[in-house]
């Protein structure tokens, strides 16, 4: 299947400062991304989809001031976390969609682990 | 509201053994389904896909989808220790996003 990778695996940083999470379809062009929550036990949470040269949509109860959203490319999506707190100390998620024919297909990235200070 | 159900577990098999996981879905409009499997701590990865009524079968796994009554399946035969792990099952209408069951949890036991 098609490949999704996600930079960085694995985070640590104190509260109140930013952080990049990059997310990349490395052999097939997305034109729609997805970013994932999940936190321990409990289920894939959607935040918001990012489609290329347009402004993401975020799902209900997701500030999109704190978590910014750019998919500049059709293999690039970033998701930015505003002056983080421990409260958003999560597995960060992404996927990719991939349209062949009629099939569309969703492929995860291997996640972020964000430990928030 | 479109929903996915599926019966949280655990399902204990023994080794060896066919592990059939279920999931039922209400929007009847949903053209796309998926059985994604996630091991503790590690993002979901995509195991099968079927689009039409009837099996797919891919070595050990074979999905059955029955849109009149939209029910979704995934048989494991031979079921082995490293199949243990939380089998989400996932339906998309269109081009609108993924929704997702909770999970079933599947444990396979020497």
């Known amino acids: 299947g098609a490949v999704v990778s996600q930079h960085p695996s694995r985070v640590i940083c104190k509260s109140g400062t930013s952080v990049k999470i990059e997310c990349r379809s490395l052999d097939f062009q997305a034109t729609t991304m997805f970013w994932y929550r999940q936190f321990p036990k409990q289920s894939l949470m959607l935040m918001a989809t990012?489609?290329?040269?347009?402004?993401?949509?975020?799902e209900q109860g997701v500030e999109k001031d704190k978590f910014l959203i750019n998919h500049a490319s059709l293999t690039l999506s970033t998701l930015t976390v505003t002056s983080a707190h421990p409260e958003d100390s999560s597995f960060y998620i992404c996927s990719a969609r991939e349209l062949v024919s009629r099939t569309d297909t969703q492929y995860f990235g291997p996640g972020t682990r964000l430990t928030v200070l | 509201q479109k929903e996915v159900e599926q019966n949280s577990g655990p399902l204990s098999v023994p080794e060896g053994a066919i592990a059939s996981l279920n999931c039922t879905y209400s929007d009847r409009g949903s053209q796309s389904f998926f059985w994604y499997r996630q091991y503790s701590g590690k993002s979901p990865e995509l195991i099968m896909s079927?689009?039409?009524?009837g099996d797919k079968e891919d070595g050990r796994f074979t999905a059955q989808l029955n849109k009149a009554s939209q029910y979704v399946s995934l048989l494991i035969r031979d079921s082995q220790p490293s199949d243990s792990a939380t089998y989400l099952c996932?339906?998309?209408?269109?081009?609108?996003?993924?929704?997702f069951g909770k999970g079933t949890m599947l444990l396979v036991s020497p």
């Open positions: 079927i689009y039409s009524n």
């Open positions: 996932a339906v998309i209408e269109g081009y609108s996003t993924l929704t």
């Open positions: 990012s489609n290329e040269g347009s402004k993401a949509t975020y």
